[in-house]
């Protein structure tokens, strides 16, 4: 799964590795967790736009706004049936641009944080899916899931699950109107080059966010 990341990346760089005109507009994280507003790339008609978005997806339909915290993912090999996803991932896919993200490797002594992070990539572009909802108040939010699958070999041993990955050359077909060539991109491993490391227990803690999180422990 992908239940926490981080985004320290300079905007510009950002810009850069996704070609965009405008330089994204965000707050610096080293401790993303559900339910935060967070960095997302998306159509706006023919242009691409950056937007802040809830972590947690909550569907058009939904009449619990809060059920974005248990969708914070969603499994490529079933969202497209997934009445939660299937339509989010048909019409409204996203990219979650990330400097790179935890996972905890469980044992018998507990569980072991690590930070995985890109080597070829200013940022890690994981496959995301965004959802519109107005409440009976006229309140808009506008939330994301990131989809995952199985791990690469290289990540296995950590966890059965990872985000999904994009390369460079697959973003537009990601971001694209015709769902089918998306929906390819789902299957099998799109892993990109990344380093995993230990880091401190104290990122288990969702209050700490500073730059010694991402520090090899």
Not at 2 to 27: I, M, N, S
Not at 84 to 110: N, T
Not at 136 to 153: C, K, N, W
Request: charged share 20%; aromatic share 10%.
């Amino acid at each position: 799964m992908c239940g926490r990341y981080f985004l320290d990346t300079l905007p510009e760089l950002l810009a850069e590795q996704f070609r965009t005109h405008k330089h994204p507009v965000y707050q610096v994280s080293y401790n993303i967790a559900p339910t935060s507003r967070v960095l997302a790339l998306r159509t706006h008609g023919v242009e691409l736009e950056w937007a802040n978005l809830s972590w947690g997806l909550v569907p058009s339909w939904s009449r619990d706004p809060k059920a974005g915290v248990k969708s914070i993912n969603a499994r490529a090999e079933t969202a497209a049936e997934k009445p939660m996803f299937r339509s989010a991932l048909k019409a409204r896919r996203c990219i979650v641009p990330a400097s790179g993200y935890y996972e905890w490797q469980k044992h018998d002594g507990g569980k072991t944080p690590f930070a995985i992070v890109p080597t070829e990539q200013a940022a890690l572009a994981f496959a995301g899916i965004w959802e519109h909802h107005t409440d009976r108040d006229g309140v808009v939010l506008e939330s994301v899931a990131i989809l995952t699958a199985e791990p690469t070999p290289a990540l296995a041993y950590i966890h059965d699950r990872m985000p999904i990955m994009l390369q460079p050359e697959q973003y537009a077909i990601w971001l694209g109107e015709d769902p089918t060539p998306a929906r390819a991109l789902l299957t099998g491993h799109l892993g990109v080059p990344v380093k995993p490391y230990v880091v401190s227990s104290a990122v288990g803690n969702v209050r700490n966010n500073y730059p010694g999180l991402i520090a090899p422990a």
